[in-house]
Every structure is written in C-alpha cells, then in structure tokens.
C-alpha cells in the first residue's frame, strides 16, 4: 500500500508544476460566462502548446500517455493553481476517449487534434425534457434520407452548446426496436441551420447550461460513431469515462472552498464556537475521507481495469459534502454569505446542482444497491 | 501511488477472514457473550499462527510486520466479533515498541509475542483509565494519557471491572502508579487508534454484509425487501460509509508505518469518521432487519453494542473531530 508518488509520477509532477509557474491562467476578461469561456479557451491553448491539454491521451494523439494517477495529478495541481479546467472539457474526457475506442480511422483523424488545442469545442447531447434519469426513453428522432441522418427534438442540460462545434448527440433511429436497441451516436455539426441552441438560466441566475432544438439537423452518414443501433453502447462507453478527471478537480476545489471558509472563521473568532469548530472538523474529514477514496478507486481500477465499489460512492460523497460546507458557510458568515453574485451566496445556490447533475444522488444510490450490493432492482 | 493492500497483505487479510469464516460463526459469537466467557480455544490458535506476533520486531520474537497489517488482521476480528484479546496484546506491544525502554522492549515484546503475556490498553484522565478492554484479566496493562504512557500488573495496579454492553469483552476502570515508558507515547497512541478504527471498519463491514444478505432474503409484498427504494438506499448509504470510513483507516496506517508526520492527523481523521460511521451503520443494520433486528435472538446487536464501546475507547468522534478542526485550521489561518 502506497499513498506517496512514485519517481516517475514526482518527476511528472514536478514537470507540471515548473510549467504552471511560468504559465499561470490568468484571470478572464471580465465577469460574463462568454469572458470567462474565452479565458478557459485560452488557456487550454497555453496548454496544448505546452504539451498539457490531453495528458491522459495517447502520444500519437498529442498527449502524454499518463497514467491514471498522472491524470489526476494533472486535475489536483491545476485546480491547486488556481487555473480553470480547459473549455473543451467534454471533448478532451468524452469525445475524445469515446473516438479512440468506437471511431473509424478517418473520424479519429478528422476529430481528435481539434478537441486537443480546442479549436473544436464538444458538447454532450444526451438528456432530454422527457429522458432524464431514464435516458434510454430519449425521443430525438434520426431518419436515413439517402446518405444523410435527420434529426428532430430537443436535448437539455446541455453544458458548453453555445460555444461547441460538435455534439456527441444520441437519437433514436429505430422505433420499432426494444428501448435501448434503436439508439445511434451521431456526431452533429452544431453551427447548421437546423441547430438552436437556447441557454437555460439555472438556479443561480446564470445559464450553466443550454436547451438544443433539432429542427431538420443533418448527419452525413459517415458521421455515426460506433455503428447505426449501437448507441446505447456507444453512450455507455462516453459515461464510463466521465468522472475520472473531473473528480479530481472538484475535490480540491472543494478543499479550497473549506480552506477559505476555515480562514475567514478563524479571523471573525467564530471558530470559538463550538458548534462550528465540530462542523469544520468533520468537514474536513470528509473532504480526506473523498480524496483518499478516489486514490483507492485509481488503485482499483488499475489491478482489475474497472471502476470498484470506491468509484461508486465519490460523487455522492463529493455532492453531499459540497452541499453541507456551503450550508456551514451561511452560519459561519451570516448574513454575509447570502450576497446575489459571485461568492458564498453564489456557491450555496450552485451546490444545489450537484446532487442532481451527472446522475441524481437517488439514481446513483440505486445503482449501487444494483450492481455493487447486487440487491434486487428496484423502483 | 498505489493505495490498496498489496498481494502480501490481501494474503494475510483473506487467510484470517477464511479461518474466522470456520472458528468464529454468529453462533460461536452470542454462546461467549453471552456467557460472558472468551474464546481461549480460537486464541490459542492465533497465537500458533503468530497473530500477536505479527507487529513485534524480529530482535523480539516477533514477525515485524507493520501497522498495515496488523490493521487487517484487526479489521477481520472485528467483523468476526471474536472474543479474543488481540486488540490490546497488539496495542500493549505497539506502546512498549514505540515508547519504551531497551529493559522493557526485551522484558515484555517476546512474551506479548508469544501470548505468555495478555496486554492492554487504555486512555487515562487524571491517572485512571476508564475503559480498558478485557482490563480484568490481562497481565500488563498500558495506561496513556497526555502523550506519556505506564506499565501496570495486576500486582501494581487497582483494576474494578466496569459492566459495558459490549459483552464480547470484559472492560474495567484502572488505575495505580506503574512504571512509566521513557518515550513519547503519542505516535504509538495513535498507531493503537488506527487497530481500534480497523475493528470498526470490519463490524461495519460485516453488518452492511448481513444486512444485504437479509434484504435479498426477506419478502414482504410479493418481493425482497431490498427492492423497496427506501431499503437500498439505505444500504448504499451504509456502503458510502465503509468506503470512506475504510479509506481514512488506511490512510492512517500507511502514515502509521510510512509517514509518522502526518500521523497524529491522519489517525484523528480517521477516529472522527470511524467511530459515527460504525454508531450509524450498526444502528442501520437493526433498522432494515426491522423486527428481527430487534430481537436478541437475531444477535445483530452485539456488533452494535461492541461498535458503541469501540467509537469512545480512544475518545469520542467529538474529541476527534476537534483535534481535525484544530490541525487543518493550523494550516489556513
């Protein structure tokens, strides 16, 4: 059992944080999303060039190779840094491993530099007003028409559609099959006539995230990732690469949040209270007890190459622990912690979000009673 | 980094759940609590196997092996609910390697090792020790308060049995002068709380194991009960428990036989979390039997009452969390 790096992930990280010094991100242009996006496409600009933006990615794909630990050293040491994640999130943990293991040759060759320098931003068009929790219900609908798939309906929840290029959208192109037979993955060219995209102002008063309509949208038949009838598969193999990364960030990022709200509780003598000096502590201790979880959920997948009970129970954790400190910010700060815009009133509201993106804290629940407890299914 | 148990220490740990599989059923667990008796036959055996040898230095009779894997085998007992003395044999060793003097290690390692010497320990406020496990018949007891740590014998030491739930061990209140260990006992009281959390994670484990067991089995309404919602999610809810409890213990090992600078950190880290986790996930477990983890017969209850006992040995989860707040707010303020 080992928690400390090893020489080569020391020298990796070592390299990085050497890069980061004489790289720092920067701060945006101003307080709007499209500022803030564009600092973030800058950004992974300065990391491509600097051979940072894919680390996870095969070399002859522009990236380093790193292992899994790597990778998330990657995310830890940015998030430590202050430097935003890069704009082409998606396509650099979705798209691009999604293309690696279900693409043709020539899709590999069309897409995969773009999505490294983020020349070609990716959104994920996979929810939809009536297919939530239950995505394979989905209705978006693709019709052969000679060589081209059209596609009508609506997608939700779609983060960066403003700004993507491309859109690893799931439809149904077979009615008559069983729910989860008649799906195809399309990559959809989202600047075309038949693609409006809506922005969906959320619960914090900003647009997170988008509404897609499809109207007549066209796929050239070369354009189906993983085979006509296959998406459901394909989809499988986008979401099992989801969290990997991410978690990584958001869990420092989280600390970062405890470590402010910590200082401003010391400096203000509240920490003289009791109540909160307990709810700090065990703040802490799940803000460790999630780090050292995602550790043994790498470890775990590198001996047996897939996620164990550990990869399982991290976002619930994450979303749950996320809630309660912005929760312990407003009784440490009062009234202070309630200001419209950007700080704790900003963060209690968008924490709210994280028990139901990515899968609901109940789905989730669910799915591990399924297949980690194998408990009967349930409904 | 690769944080999980390596081939050698999954070894150890899956060979002493597979003989406390044999020795140690429910049945075995209810008949010595319930006669409030202990389970000399299985010890002896452990002690064949070199079970309290295990973290004893080689000079000393021992096998020296690490707090690692002393943590498994503390993790397995725990599960088993076995009534046997391991937890304070190893901690007695553990405080007397870390703290004590050449005379002492030599004096007592090879006979802790060997089982000739039945130890324990206890957490001490003004001089007592207030709980101390199987305290009534052990022949060395170390007492640790404040960082510094004594030897006791029945000879020197006042021992009045105290009458816990935890009928799996006999506890009592000691108190006596003893002779003092010459080192900083801290480090070594902190590798003792890292066994006492491991046990925790075993109960827990164990209680979420029968509890998915039960639920599978159970009908009610035309089906199992654990295809109810409000059923599974309360088991999930006790698996996100184990894991992170899980993780926190092993990460306080690792820096127990690894990193002693982080220690004192990682230990609280752990007892904080540990001690609720095992309250919630034993009282969880009684729930989601329903009646029948209310029933003696059902014996559930022992891992609860033992969990109960186990979360306050080295302190309340309370004490732990504000040792937690204290060490990280050093860092940011």
Redesign the interface.
């Known amino acids: 059992m080992d928690l400390s790096l090893s020489e080569k992930e020391t020298a990796f990280r070592n390299e990085l944080l050497d890069w980061l010094a004489a790289n720092p991100s920067g701060q945006p242009s101003g307080p709007g999303q499209d500022e803030q996006f564009e600092h973030r496409r800058a950004w992974q600009r300065r990391l491509a060039s600097g051979g940072w933006s894919a680390v996870h990615w095969p070399v002859e794909h522009g990236g380093r190779a790193a292992s899994l630990t790597e990778s998330a050293i990657f995310f830890e040491e940015i998030a430590r840094a202050g430097a935003p994640l890069p704009a082409n999130v998606l396509g650099l943990l979705l798209a691009g491993p999604t293309l690696m293991q279900c693409g043709t040759p020539e899709q590999r060759d069309r897409f995969l530099q773009p999505i490294v320098t983020g020349d070609e931003i990716w959104c994920q068009g996979f929810s939809e007003p009536e297919a939530g929790s239950d995505l394979a219900s989905l209705r978006t609908r693709a019709v052969l028409d000679g060589d081209t798939w059209v596609l009508n309906g609506q997608k939700l929840w779609t983060s960066y559609a403003r700004y993507a290029r491309w859109c690893m959208c799931l439809a149904r192109s077979d009615t008559d099959a069983p729910k989860h037979k008649g799906l195809t993955y399309f990559l959809l060219d989202m600047k075309q006539e038949g693609v409006r995209v809506r922005p969906l102002r959320d619960i914090t008063g900003a647009a997170h995230f988008n509404e897609v309509f499809l109207d007549n949208a066209l796929v050239p038949r070369d354009l189906v990732l993983g085979g006509v009838g296959n998406g459901w598969r394909t989809a499988l193999t986008t979401l099992s690469n989801e969290r990997s990364g991410l978690a990584f960030f958001h869990q420092v990022q989280m600390r970062q949040l405890l470590d402010r709200l910590a200082a401003v509780a010391v400096a203000r003598g509240s920490f003289a209270d009791l109540r909160v000096k307990d709810a700090l502590g065990e703040l802490y201790t799940r803000v460790e007890a999630l780090r050292l979880t995602a550790y043994r959920g790498l470890a775990t997948i590198e001996r047996h190459g897939q996620p164990g009970p550990e990869s399982a129970v991290t976002k619930l954790m994450w979303s749950a622990t996320n809630q309660q400190l912005t929760q312990l910010a407003v009784d440490v700060l009062g009234p202070d912690a309630l200001q419209e815009g950007p700080g704790w009133g900003y963060e209690l509201l968008r924490s709210k979000g994280n028990s139901i993106e990515g899968g609901t804290t109940e789905i989730l629940k669910s799915t591990v009673a399924e297949r980690v407890l194998s408990l009967p299914r349930s409904r | 980094?690769?944080?999980?148990?390596?081939d050698d220490?999954r070894e150890i740990k899956q060979t002493a759940r597979a003989l406390l599989a044999e020795r140690c059923s429910a049945a075995r667990v209810a008949e010595h609590a319930d006669g409030r008796g202990h389970d000399s036959q299985l010890w002896d055996e452990l002690v064949g196997l070199g079970w309290p040898a295990l973290g004893v230095p080689e000079e000393h009779g021992g096998l020296g092996l690490g707090v690692?894997e002393a943590m498994c085998l503390a993790d397995e007992l725990g599960g088993a609910l076995a009534s046997v003395p391991y937890l304070g044999t190893a901690a007695a060793a553990l405080l007397i390697r870390g703290a004590g003097s050449a005379d002492q290690k030599r004096a007592w390692l090879p006979r802790l090792a060997n089982g000739e010497v039945l130890g324990t320990f206890g957490m001490a406020r003004d001089g007592q020790g207030e709980l101390v496990p199987e305290g009534t018949r052990a022949d060395l007891i170390v007492l640790v308060e404040k960082g510094r740590a004594k030897l006791l014998t029945p000879a020197t030491a006042k021992v009045e049995p105290v009458d816990t739930i935890d009928r799996t061990r006999r506890y009592a209140k000691v108190t006596g002068e003893g002779e003092s260990l010459p080192d900083d006992a801290a480090l070594p009281a902190a590798r003792v709380s890292v066994l006492v959390a491991a046990e925790m994670v075993g109960l827990c484990q164990r209680t979420l194991d029968m509890t998915?067991a039960y639920?599978?089995d159970r009908r009610q309404f035309e089906?199992?009960v654990?295809?109810?919602?409000a059923?599974?999610?309360r088991?999930?809810?006790m698996?996100?428990d184990v894991?992170?409890?899980?993780?926190?213990v092993?990460?306080a090992?690792?820096?127990a036989d690894?990193?002693p600078g982080t220690l004192a950190r990682s230990a609280a880290?752990a007892m904080?979390?540990v001690g609720d986790a095992a309250r919630r996930v034993t009282s969880s477990a009684v729930q989601a039997h329903g009646g029948i983890g209310f029933t003696w017969e059902s014996g559930l209850h022992w891992w609860l009452r033992r969990a109960q006992l186990d979360a306050v040995l080295v302190g309340a989860p309370?004490h732990?969390?504000?040792?937690?707040?204290d060490a990280?707010?050093g860092?940011?303020?």
């Open positions: 980094m690769h944080f999980a148990l390596t220490q690692v998915v639920v599978k089906r199992p654990g295809a109810f919602q059923v599974a999610h088991c999930a809810d698996l996100v894991e992170a409890a899980r993780s926190l092993y990460g090992a690792w820096a690894v990193a880290l904080a979390y309370g732990h969390r504000q040792r937690v707040a990280f707010t860092d940011v303020s």
